[in-house]
């Protein structure tokens, strides 16, 4: 059997929750059955950042994506690229969300012209002959809102890396990044999505309280602009850290360093970050809505987002009562065991094969 496999969705470089979950699920994915003949597509990157250890199996080789896609039994595409394919090749895509549906004030005119008119989201959705959703929110989301037959959507959890687990403190990395002893830590990408300044608000109400910082690290998305100004406006600006970019490798520590983890988001399609910070042992506060209470279910308290107060009040709690922090340490632990990358890439495997 030969299997194509897009992974254009690596091109920038990035690693997002989309990058994340193509990188992790082909790690697993690929080697576990070596008479399968993988075909990887690619293409606006260069082949010298390919250097992924898979790349390397007897059973993978690499393609351009600038000819017509043939000669294949199976086509899985990890997020919805549309692509030239025969008719007797079946398509399995990955949906991770559907926010640009729920929120498009959130997203650019050129996000929006991407998602509409250039992938046509919807049409792909309807084409394809399985569908893999990340969660059960993302699956209703292409029941309602796209009207998709529910037998054809499966549910497979992402899994969450073996790096992520408590550590001691390194203060190289808190160096690194200019981390101070004692901060309240978002980390994900800068967008309006993650709701930065309501986040920023609710910090500001338990500042004068507690002599703690904000940390917020990761990379600039869409529409950022107002976050910073909001940061900079704020009486307790010089307590608000942007870190930028953070190594991959530092991610681990960067969590086992925050006092507790918040991520306040309008909207998920699954949400690694709260996973990540819950596997470390972290105390973590997330948005009560769409897939966020699946993935972190008794982990981690969940409050409105749109409740500033609620949220400030949650973050106080997380960071001053000590039984709290101790049971959102343990089931933090606890939940986090049940995602496994070995686990998605056995059941994808069985979807791409029809079974």
């Known amino acids: 059997m030969t299997i194509g496999i897009d992974i254009r969705v690596l091109a920038r470089g990035t690693r997002t929750g989309m990058e994340e979950y193509a990188l992790n699920l082909l790690s697993c994915l690929l080697p576990l059955d070596r008479s399968i003949n993988y075909r990887l597509f690619y293409n606006a990157f260069s082949k010298k950042r390919l250097d992924f250890p898979w790349l390397a199996l007897a059973n993978v080789k690499l393609y351009n994506f600038n000819i017509f896609i043939k000669g294949l039994d199976v086509y899985f595409n990890p997020h919805f690229f549309a692509a030239p394919l025969s008719k007797n090749c079946r398509k399995i895509i990955t949906f991770h969300d559907l926010s640009f549906e729920h929120f498009p004030e959130f997203f650019s005119w050129r996000k929006r012209l991407w998602h509409d008119f250039l992938m046509n989201t919807r049409q792909e959705a309807e084409k394809a002959d399985r569908i893999i959703a990340v969660s059960e929110s993302t699956k209703q989301d292409l029941i309602n809102i796209y009207n998709i037959n529910p037998e054809k959507i499966k549910v497979i959890y992402s899994g969450i890396n073996d790096k992520f687990k408590p550590i001691k403190s390194n203060n190289q990395i808190r160096q690194k990044y200019n981390l101070p002893d004692e901060f309240i830590l978002y980390f994900g990408t800068i967008e309006p999505r993650k709701n930065l300044i309501g986040l920023i608000k609710a910090f500001e109400l338990i500042r004068h309280r507690h002599k703690i910082k904000l940390v917020i690290a990761g990379t600039k998305g869409w529409l950022y602009k107002n976050i910073f100004k909001s940061a900079q406006n704020s009486k307790y600006n010089k307590d608000i850290i942007f870190t930028g970019f953070v190594e991959e490798d530092d991610k681990p520590y960067l969590y086992n360093l925050a006092s507790v983890f918040v991520y306040p988001s309008f909207f998920e399609g699954f949400?690694?970050?709260?996973?990540?910070?819950?596997?470390?042992?972290?105390p973590t506060i997330v948005s009560h809505n769409s897939s966020l209470p699946e993935v972190v279910g008794a982990g981690a308290v969940m409050i409105d987002p749109y409740n500033i107060d609620e949220l400030a009040w949650a973050m106080e709690i997380a960071l001053t009562d000590e039984k709290v922090r101790?049971?959102?340490?343990?089931?933090?632990?606890?939940?986090?065991?049940?995602?496994?990358?070995?686990?998605?890439a056995q059941e994808t495997l069985k979807v791409i094969l029809g079974k």
């Open 271 to 282: 949400g690694f970050p709260p996973l990540e910070a819950m596997a470390c042992g972290i």
């Open 326 to 344: 101790a049971y959102l340490m343990q089931k933090g632990i606890e939940q986090a065991k049940k995602f496994s990358w070995q686990k998605c």
